[in-house]
């Protein structure tokens, strides 16, 4: 692990890698409206779908994390807009609470981004995409959850 | 055999030298965490005093984790691989007589069994043992109850007692005696040796408890009633037998990452549900009375009749890991009163 | 394992002008279980079908996934395509490498790199693919229509005519909506009321019809087949069963000079009224903010007089539940606040008017019986200013949409002006004229050409009253120099915007709304009449600005949805839905408290562990009731032990994407 | 016995762990859950030498999906291949269901003891099973069929729920010809026309002597409760009576200390154990 | 101190057993050393004796509720967590209400064999121990010592704001007077987090004793032992293990009573109450939610509020 993510740091083609989770009704099809209006952005993101944010289970988030994804991404309907109607807001529940124990954990808060996006807001999905993906290009590549710097501080 | 004094300054010259040859597996502390077997490159600094270390010595030759194969599964470069298994001649520094005494048990199972496990062999056949008397013992020691310390110290290659300043190193093997070498070695005054041999009666002196001397396989009886008092209290967790320096059951498993499936074994447990839950749902031993009295039988009785040795060296790691506080020096009391 | 076949898509050059389409099927032939990999210009096409069927066949594969476009688009299609070859459906995946890929990135290498990992995702998907399968479940075969305007009523014809019973729901105390209020209708200048009326009258005389005016929709549960809503029927304070409509009641009503919204405030109505004399059902409803009888405790004066004894004060608000198989949302429009706009008076002139507020003037039943007076002083206009996009395709101050009809109104108004009134002057402000319709662009040159209409291209920047007269000042864009133009009258063509309580709506039926709060289709051109939401339709204004001619069209399109709906037996139910499994359920009703549709119910069942031949021991498990469920898996996500699940998203396929993505890049 | 097949298993497995890869050659779907698999080793020297004895089990690998334990239910005397069937019952075995022909699995075999068919020459033998319990009796029974003239009269009782549970079907020509096949079902069906009830009961109204008989039955629990009751009943002595116990086994040989009952590990001790060494164990079973 | 604590708890026990209301009272009894005392099921009334109240009363005796009590009437002792404990197994339905006599005693704070360890107390010394005021009185061969309360208590007691029993039937003991330590958020940067967490979940062998211990953890079959979805291997690897303790911590956010068992059972001293913490902290500043307080109020995660806390204010 350690050869790779130095070698990562000094590549200076690299690319984060994230992961998204973007809900089918909205956010994926403001991804899909982003790709039919043409609207650049960098090709950092993969997308898994599922039906509604409801549906994701933090320890997917958890799950991209350990595998070592620069960064992941949650999007969902916003608030009332919810396909299933209250879906998402259970999934705020869960994802801000596990966005917050990201940070305790030492995962860069750049790295975890959660949001809301709807079928409309194609030009809100690829800024941020471009965002998120200048963002981690500032923290650096993703040194995993056993890193294997540690620093003689703790 | 030429018994040897080192100095304790010495100590960490004579493990360098060690490792120069050998692999050195030796206790290192960790910072926020008891201390762990380690492999060592002679400039750490090693802690022969750590006592008892809370996993047991075999930690090296059975891994919590250990892989078997790997398989290649891509379309024409299928490939079955065994990973390569150390070469080396490896050392263990710093073990007690009762983890030394449960390789002799773990050596039953993986050796003389009916089949030879070559992962644990091929490690095994290269580990040398360099032991240390205990000088103080836990609250949970039981070992005198459960064994003969005289015969156990002949399980070793080398025994080390520590002497204040200075260790007395008793090589017991031949291997041991290569071990014991270097100008920091010195010849022992007849004081040291006397010492070392009050160390030693000190410590087979142990107070011992009721089932001590008494043929506890004899005594474990299948209905007795401790088994539901245990069952009760016992919450079904593995740490007992994690740490367990005898207990040798694993679990082995497949990971596939991309188009490569790596097989492993790794630490399990008779106290789990799922040891014996069967693919379509049945289960030999559903209830929790089976399985803390399967360990128990097993240690006690199986093992014995199987190949002639206790499953069990008094090492207390149990007693202290229990979060219920089942102590196994009440439960063999219980038994062996019961059958009295 | 699985037998996985990966067609890659060039759409095209769509995908394949950016995506190495070769080197992605390449890369797709070496992933676990992938046992055929190829490329084809367009995968939807037949031909490119058939290349799916021929390898299923050749090569027996059990799963397939297509690299195209997104499975919003064309996943049925595929769906369909495998099924014919005998595999269950559900075996197809997409990976969408259009939408997510080609369309949104420019450099080839990293475009195909990303192709190249999606269809390792979804092929990872594919491999735990189960098959699903569908289940009957029962239709109620009666429609709701939301709206009583034209598309309304044309929606509900169509679905009574065909033989289902539908309850037209309207918020006013008429049916009619906009249509209602205008005087004649672009490009043939049929008289508005000519065409409505009658299809009203049908509308309240139609056996399978039932009316509900002055009523809102207050909530709406179930799903399609099978929705209850709520209604609220507002009080109307008229007994509808005993009301002959004599009119009497308002007649005398003390109560006089409420402005009346239907005029637009141009004419007056009293405390109790019809909002017009046409209206169906031709019933008056009390205005309790302003009747004395509620306001001040004392008058009853329409209770006296009325000879039917039909007034009731004491009438309640009334919630009926109706159960429906079906929804046509066709709430229409709002037009825009043109007070907002200070250049045009924030709406203290008098003189400045908007298009529906001249479209009363001009009807025969407005406020002034047809005759064209400006407001301020009745007097008859000389020269009349109309101005268009007001508000529309102004990002600034309104909408940045232009809203599709100002153009043809604004031509309407000019001729009609010019039609009654030979001698006055109509100058017409444009930004670009649109007139894409049938006969559009003719009526456009016959106002202009014809009629004499003044058409000025440019913006108008600023009116303001001097000498009586309204000056209307701006550029002419065209001649490059300042204009000014003296005017008795201004009618401003406002945008058209969504109603303001669409949005509570579409929460109300779980549809979705665009960032205007139009409603919005499930996709504009394979699904322009359906919601996301299977069994609510949507028809007219609701959705976008549209004319007439395309409100009735999409009406009716949403009525042969409706009744395209109606003509099956059953419904089959969605085979992506939650279940639980029950062997490791614990019953914690986690799931059961976060489901949205409350689909799932705690259930005991024989705890076999535990029970004996005497002795049964019985203990808690979660269940689905599949009907209910939509398969949003919030159950599934919460559910600690994994015992919820989710068919079609299950955990092993979500978890197989995510390390699958991993080993590629590993 | 014969020479001890476990220095041959050692010496065709220096490291008992590494499976051989073999091809699966053909797949019969017995019934709705159950499908046999016929496996042909990759390497051909092995195929040749692969030898076991009927009664033993292997342990195969779906890569990726793991490892699961299987009687082999061909015989011995068939060569070049060996088959295994497979009720779809978890993980390893719906992956194993999934294959299609040509696919290759992991094969660590032979293991665990046999049946002892020498000790029985000059007896007659009858077979008790019933449903996915007939497969490890097919092994021996094949075996005693192509040493017809060493045995007495064999005689096989095979019962499952319904007609279509029954396995092994296209075999039962065959084992009509040489021995005497009595077939239950628990439910008929239109197309049935033999008998409907339960194994045991058929058992007594068959009613074999004891008289230098061996029985082996096995098949679910209860199913062999009452054909052990029944058996007594007739007069057999728990000697005379085999079967091969079901346990969960990781190893294989010995190790991982699952299929551990009292002294005895059924991956070296058994699977075939008879009642009388049965009795001798903890009351596990 | 403990005296009368329980003499009272005897005397609830054998109430309840002689008066049948319960078939067994699930309490502490002598442990087997000073320092220890194990879970013991009283069945008859004149086995109440075995029950006893000290500073060693640690297990939180709750996790055996679920397995008892679903089809039996049980009396059972509780410290203020395990209250809490039971107000969550009421609320997830694994115990009902009705089955349970609860003897409550109010708590000063619990030593462990680590706490005292900590505390310089040599274990194979102790002979007794018990509570005076604020503090913990280790008896030895060679006399008392008396420990201030703070720094002889489990790490988790340090903390503790509950000193009396949420829920319980009757009570036992006076409240304490005792000042719980303020919890800190964790320091450090991003990376020194990183590396400080990969640093202990390194040390995790997979036993499952934090798991097993908690009554919070009933699951028939926990999500780390599913075969059919591998959300962690057993593989002893840190990232493994970091999947394990993450997701289990997720899994007990807004449900976790802070009894610290979990860190307790861990033989591999991994700071599991820490990591609990940090998800307590954050549910109640997010949620303005404590676990196990109410039985009438959802969890955490099984409700919400339109103005929750949003990601684009937060």
Redesign the interface.
Known sequence: MSEEITEKKNDSNW?P?I?G?LC???S??G??L???S????P?NL???????S?????L?VL??FQ???DGVMVLG?HP????????NY??RR?IMLLKELLQSMGIEPERFHFEWV????GVRF?ELVSEMSEKIEKVGPFTGVDCSKVPAAF | MSDKIIAKTDLRQWLASLVAGNDVIAPLGREGGPAQWKAIDGNQEIDLGAGQMVMAAKEYLLPVHDVLWRYE???GEEKLEQPELPDRPTVMVGLRLCDARAISVLDSVYMDGRFRDPYYATRREKLALVATVCDDPRWSCFCTSVGDLDEWAKGVDVLLTDLGDNVYAAPVTEKGKQLVQGSFFKDPTEDQTKKKAEAWEKLKAMPKKPFAGKNITENVSWDAAIWDDMAKRCLGCGACSYQCPSCSCFDIQDIT???LVERYRCRDTCQFTDFTLMGA?HNPR?EKKMRTRQRVMHKFKYQMEQFNIIGCTGCGRCIESCPVNIDMRDVLTALVEQAD | ???IGVFVCHCGTNIAKTVDVEKAAQAAA?F?DVVYATDYKYMCSEPGQNLIKEAIREH?LDRVVVAAC????HEPTFQRCIAQEGLNPYFAEMA?I????S?????RG??T??AI??IA?LTAKAKRNEPLFTKEIPLTKKAMVIGGGVAGIRAALDIADAGYKVVLVEKTPSIGGRMAQYDKTFPTLDCAACILTPMMVDCASHPNIEIMTYSEVEEVSGYVGNFKVKVRKRAKSVDASKCTGCGVCYEKCVVKGLPNPFDEGLGTRRAIYVPFPQAVPNIPVIDRENCRQFTKGKCGVCEKMCPAGAIRYDQEDEIVTEDVGAIVVATGFDLWDYSKLGEYGYGKYPDVISGIQFERLMNASGPTEGKIKRPSDGKVPESVVFISCVGSRDDEHGYPYCSKVCCMYNAKHALLLKDKLHDAKAYVFYMDIRANGKGYEEFVRRTIEDYGANYIRGRVSRIFPEDGKMVVRGADTLLGQPIEVKADLVVLATAMQPQPDA?DLA?KL?V????YNWF?EAHPKLRPVEF??AGIYVAGACQYPKDIPDTVAQASGAASKVTGLFSKDALTSEP?IAYINE????????CA??C??TAID?VEVVDR?KSTREHQ?M??VARVNEGIC?????C???C????AK?RG????Q??A?????????? | MSTDIHEITKQQMPNPYMPHLAVVEKIIEETWDTKTFRAVFQDEELREKFTYEPGQFQEVS?F?AGECTFCLTSSPTRKGYIEFSVKRVGVVTK?LH???EG?IVGIRAPFGNWFPYNEWKGKNVWFIGGGIGMAPMRSILNYCLDNRGDYGEISTIYGARTPGDLCFTYEFDEWRKNSALHLTVDAGDDSWTGRVGHVPGYLMELAPKPENTIAVTCGPPIMIKFALQNLKELGFEDKQIFTTLEMKMKCGIGKCGRCNIGSKFVCIDGPVFSFDQIKELPPEF | MANEVETKIREEAKKLLESGEVTVVIGWGTGSAAFKTTPVFVEKPEDVEKLVWNPACTNNLAVYL?QVA??AKVGIVVKPCDSRSIVTLIQ???VPKENLKIIGVTCPGIVDDASLKKAGVKLSEVQGLDWDTDCVVVGAPSGKTKLPITDAVKEGCRTCTQRTPVISDVTAGSVPAVNPVPIEPMEGTPEERRAYWAKQFERCIRCYACRQVCPSC??????AD?N????TNKKADTSEAWMFHMGRAM?LAGRCVGCGECERACPMELPIMQLNREVQRRVEALFDFVPGMDIET??A???FEPEDPDPNEH
């Not at chain 1, 009332?80 to 879906?87: L, Q, R, S």
């Not at chain 3, 259009?98 to 890929?101: D, G, L, M, Q, Y």
């Open positions: 690319k890698l992961l989770i089918n009704w909205c994926y099809a991804a899909d982003a790709g039919s043409r609207l650049k952005h090709a993969r997308i898994v779908r599922v039906p509604c409801g549906r994701v289970n933090p997917f799950k991209g595998k070592g994804f309907c009332g807009d919810c396909h299933y109607a209250k879906g259970y999934a869960r709807s079928a409309s807001e690829a | 599964t891509k379309k990452t991309g188009s749902g559903p | 394992m699985a037998r070496n676990p027996k997104s499975p919003r688009l969408n259009r939408e997510h890929c369309w949104v990135h420019e450099d990293q475009a790199e990303k990992d999606i995702m949005k929460r779980g979705s709304t665009d960032q919005a996301l939401t992506m062997d490791t359920c614990v019953g914690c009703g986690l408290s976060v949205p549709f705690l562990a021991v203990r808690t939509h398969g949003c898996g919030t599934a996500a919460g600690r032990s994994m015992s989710l998203f299950e955990d092993t979500i978890l994407e995510i390390e699958a993505l991993a080993n590629v890049h590993s | 779906v990726g992956a999934e294959l299609s696919a | 679920p679903q089809h997830e339905k694994q009933y699951c028939a079959k926990c999500f599913r059919d979805v591998r959300w899994h959802a969890p995660l099984g409700q």
